[in-house]
Each structure stands twice: as structure tokens, then as C-alpha cells.
């Protein structure tokens, strides 16, 4: 057994050497490094020491100072193990794997597969439902998984949010599965730093949508943050929304009677309690993003649809809290959201927000057993219909635009052609395409939580959007179809490198009521 003292003693030796951040003791970071291969092929050998990314000299540093105190020093993806001179040699492992960009990982897999980018056919491989959360975890406990991602580095390169945490491998797609796995089968407990890891992910879905392989990231950590919830360890913010639903119909404590006030002309509508159509705005839409609420009003209005809103009483789809992992609180909500939808005897739901959207479609089915009554439809399926129908005229917009995907209604909803459909529709208006597009769009940080639980991080993934993907297209206009994601944009735009740029963020609606002229 290892001297713990010496461990101890090797820990100043290195935080002299390093800078924070580094050196990672932690047990979840200590059992991530352990599945690497090296490990795996050895008896009782897990490293002592992960040394994350350290530059030229502090890595000859460490290298003396394993020479001097005869510690062993293996660098990540080595093959050999060297020979052990006593069973409480320490171990150090120097992780100086570079995070693969993007690009290079797909271009990996496509080559491999045979598959190009482009196609509009790009495999949603490793992407289930939550009706597979059994299967999920299964594939965990049994160790499914573990043959394939042993010495595999890229799901790093797939985390959104990775680059924010140095590249530990711990907060990467493949940190959190292992981390997870480790729950599951009782190596781990539910601690703080794995509440941390856990929360510290938008659950944007491009780690799996990306990998060829059936592995189900996603599903274990939705499953994972519910046995978060039950053992009463989920982040206060998520408790603090809970109240704020509840008390307001609001996540962020914007009382009823200010729900709508920022949408102008609202109160000059005299909708009936019951109609044909149901617009439900959502939270962020109604307090945040108005002028997409007012632009949706103003089409609903133009083309003389049969709808109502529930207004002050909307309240909130509950979102929120079931990428909690708080099930039990959410379906109250969801149960109180649908008894209100009913009264107005809608046979359909307009709602111009993707992770409304989501939750409806998805969420509420298949992780509460609930159902809405009505048709459920996204802005941009509802003015695909328009379209098809000639129910309106389009006039000249002469602009060029690019699309990003909302992972709520892209990946998860599979919702790619119908906003694209809206702006092509648009006489004069060209659409230019990020590079990253459609089921492989790099998300905009926002989802899954993280916006509330590390607003840093989050934003930090919107800029890496912006930057690598939107700035080269020279195009200064950046349309989406949901209000969380024109947010992130709206504020990271705001920071100093990004200021100077001419840019203008709006939900595709805007610039279809735009073309029809109805202001």
C-alpha cells in the first residue's frame, strides 16, 4: 500500500511546480485516469497523480524530481508500464493530450465511415430516447462501453464544454460516462465534485450525435442527475427556480403581472378564452426576447388565425427542472400546464420557443408519462404550413443570413428543414450555412442548465460558436429559433473582442414577419 505522507509530500513538491488547475488528486479524476488502457492492462495499478497540460519546463521538472525520488512517471497513451521497485512507488500521469478541434473529429469519422458533412443523411448514431435509459445503464454497469473508449481522446473534442475546464478529461462527454458508470456500480459516491462535473454540461447532445458508436452519454447523465435530486444534492439555483415556478409561474422570479409587458401592443388584443390555436410563448420569450413574441402576434393577427394565449397565467413548461433531474417538481408543473392548456380547447400549440418545445414533445412522454392534448407545433413548422398553404405573401428581403440549430430543436427534436424552408422562402434573402450545421451544430452554451449553474462556461461555448463558426462566413446576420440560444449570442457579442463586430441576432420569425410587411 502506498505511503500516504510521500503522497502528501509529492503534492507540495508539485504545487510548487504548477500552476491551479494542473494537478489533479481528486478520487472522480483519479478513477477517470484509471480506464486508460495502461492501467486496465495492470493488476491494482491506478496513477497517484494526474498532471494535466503542463508546459516544457515544468514537465522537465516533474521529470527530474521523478528521477530524483524514483516516482514513476508515465506519459497518457503510453503502452508500457514501467517495473515497479516497490508497491508504494508513486504514480504520476502527464496527460498532454491536445482537445482535438472540431472539425478534425468529424473529418476523422467521416472518412472513416464514409459519410460527408454535407449530407443532410448524417447518422444521428448513438442517439436514443429516454424510453432507453434502462439500456443506457445497463450498457454502464456492464461495461459496454469501456472497450470502445479505452485510449480514445476525441469525445473531449465533442464536449462543448471541455475547453473551458483545461482539457481535463474528467469534464469531458467520456469523463462524465465514466463517472457516472462509477456511481452506478457503487466505485464512486455522489459527491460535490460529482455534482460539479454532472451540471457542468448543457446536454447538447453533440458528444453522442457524434460518435459512431451506440453510446448513450446523454441518457446516463439525465438518469444520473434524478439520483442527484433524490439524494438532495442538486445546486440551490435549481431549488431557487423551483420556488420561483411555483410562486410566479417564472424561473427567474419575473411576477405575472410583468410577464408580458415588454410585448408591445398585448393588451390591445381581444382574444377570446377559447380558440382553435394556442400561442404559448414560453418564459424567455415573454420577458426576455419580446420582439419575437410581438413579431409571432403580429402573423397570428395578419393572417386572421382563430387563437388565444393563457397571458398572465402561462406559467412555466417546466423545463428547466427536469434537466434538473428534479422529476417529481416538474411533473406538478407539467400536470398545472396542461389542466390550463385544456381549458382553452386548442386543437393546436404554437410556441416559438425550442425548449418548450422539447419539453411538450419529448420530455413531458417520455421521462413524466404526461401528454398534452393538442398538436404541438414549433413557430417554424406553423410557418412552414403558411407557406405550403399560400396563406401568405413573401416580399424581397435583400440580406444575407446564417441558421444556427437549437440543440432543443435540432438534435433532440430533429427539427433541421423547416426553419431553413421559412428562410429560403424569402425572396432575395440567401442563406449561408456554418460549416457546422444541422445534427453536427456546435451549440451555443446555453442549454442543459448550465446558463444558471456557470453562466462563465456557458458564454464561453456561445463565443467559441461565434468565432469559429459564424465570423468567417462574413455574413452580419445570425438567425435562430430559440430565445435561450439569441440570448448567449447577445451577450457574448457584447464582450470586448467581439464588440466591434457588425452583428445582428433575431429569431427567424422576426424576419418573416419582416418580409410580410404586417407591422
Known amino acids: 500500500m502506498k505511503q500516504i505522507n510521500s503522497k502528501f509530500e509529492l503534492i507540495g513538491k508539485l504545487n510548487q511546480i504548477l500552476k491551479k488547475g494542473q494537478l489533479l488528486t481528486d478520487l472522480e479524476d483519479l478513477y477517470v485516469y484509471s480506464f486508460e488502457k495502461i492501467f486496465l492492462d495492470q493488476i491494482y495499478i491506478k496513477p497517484d497523480i494526474v498532471v494535466r497540460n503542463p508546459s516544457l519546463t515544468e514537465e522537465n521538472e516533474i521529470k527530474n524530481l521523478a528521477e530524483k525520488d524514483e516516482i514513476i512517471l508515465i506519459e497518457r497513451g503510453e503502452n508500457i508500464f514501467p517495473p515497479l521497485k516497490n508497491i508504494s512507488t508513486p504514480i504520476i500521469l502527464l496527460d498532454k493530450v491536445e482537445i482535438p478541434k472540431l472539425e478534425s473529429c468529424f473529418d476523422n469519422a467521416i472518412q472513416k465511415d464514409n459519410f460527408l458533412l454535407s449530407s443532410k443523411k448524417f447518422p444521428l448514431s448513438g442517439y436514443g430516447t429516454y424510453r432507453n435509459l434502462a439500456s443506457a445503464i445497463q450498457n454502464l454497469f456492464i461495461g459496454k462501453t469501456l472497450s470502445k473508449c479505452q485510449n480514445c481522446t476525441t469525445c473531449s473534442g465533442y464536449c462543448t464544454v471541455n475547453p473551458s475546464f483545461n482539457g481535463v478529461e474528467t469534464y469531458s462527454s467520456k469523463g462524465r460516462m465514466l463517472v457516472s458508470r462509477g456511481i452506478m456500480k457503487g466505485d464512486l459516491n455522489i459527491s460535490e465534485k460529482v455534482v460539479d462535473i454532472i451540471y457542468n454540461c448543457t446536454k447538447c447532445g453533440l458528444c453522442f450525435a457524434q460518435c459512431f458508436q451506440d453510446l448513450e452519454f446523454h441518457e446516463a447523465i439525465l438518469h444520473l442527475r434524478s439520483r442527484i435530486a433524490k439524494s438532495n444534492l442538486v445546486p440551490e439555483i435549481f431549488h431557487t427556480a423551483t420556488n420561483n415556478i411555483f410562486e410566479h409561474g417564472d424561473p427567474s422570479a419575473i411576477p405575472a403581472s410583468r410577464r408580458l409587458s415588454r410585448v408591445k401592443n398585448y393588451n390591445k388584443l381581444n382574444l377570446p378564452t377559447t380558440a382553435e390555436n394556442l400561442c404559448w410563448l414560453g418564459c424567455t420569450v415573454a420577458t426576455r426576447t419580446p420582439k419575437t413574441a410581438e413579431s409571432l402576434l403580429n402573423i397570428l393577427t395578419h393572417i386572421n388565425i382563430d387563437y388565444t394565449m393563457l397571458g398572465e397565467e402561462e406559467g412555466c413548461c417546466g423545463y428547466v427542472l427536469i434537466s434538473a433531474g428534479l422529476w417529481e417538481e416538474a411533473n406538478k408543473v407539467a400536470i398545472s400546464a396542461i389542466e390550463r392548456i385544456q381549458k382553452t380547447k386548442a386543437k393546436s400549440l404554437i410556441t416559438p420557443c425550442s425548449g418548450c418545445y422539447y419539453t411538450f414533445t419529448r420530455l413531458y412522454p417520455e421521462i413524466l408519462d404526461v401528454h398534452i392534448p393538442c398538436e404541438i407545433l414549433h413557430t417554424s413548422q406553423f410557418l412552414e404550413k403558411l407557406i405550403k ?32 424552408n421559412i428562410l429560403k422562402s424569402i425572396p432575395n434573402l440567401k442563406l449561408k450555412e456554418m460549416p ?54 447577445r451577450f457574448a457579442s457584447r464582450i470586448k473582442n467581439f464588440a466591434n463586430r457588425s452583428l445582428k441576432i433575431c429569431d427567424i420569425t422576426e424576419l418573416f414577419e419582416l418580409s410580410m410587411e404586417c407591422k
Open 436 to 489: 457546422m450545421n444541422r445534427n453536427c451544430a456546435r451549440c451555443c452554451g446555453g442549454g442543459g442548465g448550465l446558463w444558471s449553474y456557470n453562466n462563465n462556461v456557458s458564454l464561453e461555448s456561445t463565443q467559441t460558436r461565434l468565432k469559429e463558426d459564424f465570423f468567417p462566413l462574413d455574413v452580419n446576420i445570425l438567425a435562430t429559433a430559440c430565445p435561450q440560444c439569441q440570448l448567449n449570442f
Open 389 to 420: 398553404n399560400e396563406r401568405v405573401n413573401l416580399n424581397p428581403l435583400d440580406i444575407n443570413v446564417t441558421y444556427h440549430d437549437p440543440c432543443s430543436l435540432g438534435r433532440h427534436s430533429k427539427v433541421y428543414d423547416a426553419p431553413r
